[in-house]
């Protein structure tokens, strides 16, 4: 006998015929928008969770930074995920406001570190960086899914802003984590300059 009392069980059975329960109780096939909605933020929020071990490799002082930041979208993907999942808002959770407010400032501090640029940038260089392009582009997709949600059930508009932003966020961490592992970044230029600096807003240290 087991001293720890009875295990529940992983694996219960109830979806083997591709149901699923919403909270709350409701049943959904596993194919619904809905599911697919939440389960692609659970993706993503794997995908971070990657980038964190990742970055914990690197010896900077940037690092507890980084991963504090990481932590935190984590919990956001989390609520979002439980927002989503929650049709009737059974729980009455929403989206802390201050959440997109502080992933902006984030973005325009990484901002700051890194040089400007014309052109759009291959992913890759460091695998702290090439892992923040993948939650990069894994976050677009989430979004659009979650907007597709949006089109046939309507979704609170702060985990859409959130979502708009995180991606802004990995591109730009994307390119910090190249300069600390000092990896030269690589231009795609056939389509010519794409970023024009007189139509974006200046740095504080510019005139």
Do not use: C
């Not at 389509?191 to 139509?199: C, L, P, Q, Y």
């Amino acid at each position: 006998m087991n001293v720890w009392g009875a295990r529940m069980k992983i694996y219960t059975g109830r979806g083997d015929h591709g149901n699923t329960n919403l909270i709350g109780g409701q049943t959904v096939r596993k194919t619904d928008v809905r599911v697919d909605a939440y389960g692609s933020i659970d993706e993503l929020n794997a995908q971070v969770g990657l980038l964190a071990s990742l970055v914990d490799e690197e010896k900077t002082v940037s690092r507890n930074i980084i991963k504090e930041s990481l932590s935190r979208i984590q919990h956001n993907l989390f609520d979002i995920g439980s927002i989503l999942a929650d049709k009737g808002n059974k729980l009455g959770m929403q989206f802390d406001l201050s959440e997109i407010q502080t992933i902006e400032q984030e973005i325009d501090e990484l901002t700051e570190k890194v040089s400007e640029i014309n052109y759009f940038i291959l992913p890759g260089g460091a695998k702290q960086a090439s892992q923040a392009h993948i939650a990069r582009t894994v976050t677009r997709r989430v979004e659009r899914t979650v907007l597709k949600l949006n089109e046939k059930e309507p979704v609170a508009e702060p985990p859409l802003i959130y979502l708009n932003r995180l991606s802004d966020y990995f591109f730009v961490l994307a390119r910090y984590l190249n300069k600390l592992a000092e990896k030269e970044e690589v231009y795609y230029t056939k389509t010519g300059k794409v970023f024009h600096n007189d139509e974006r807003p200046k740095r504080k240290d510019e005139k």
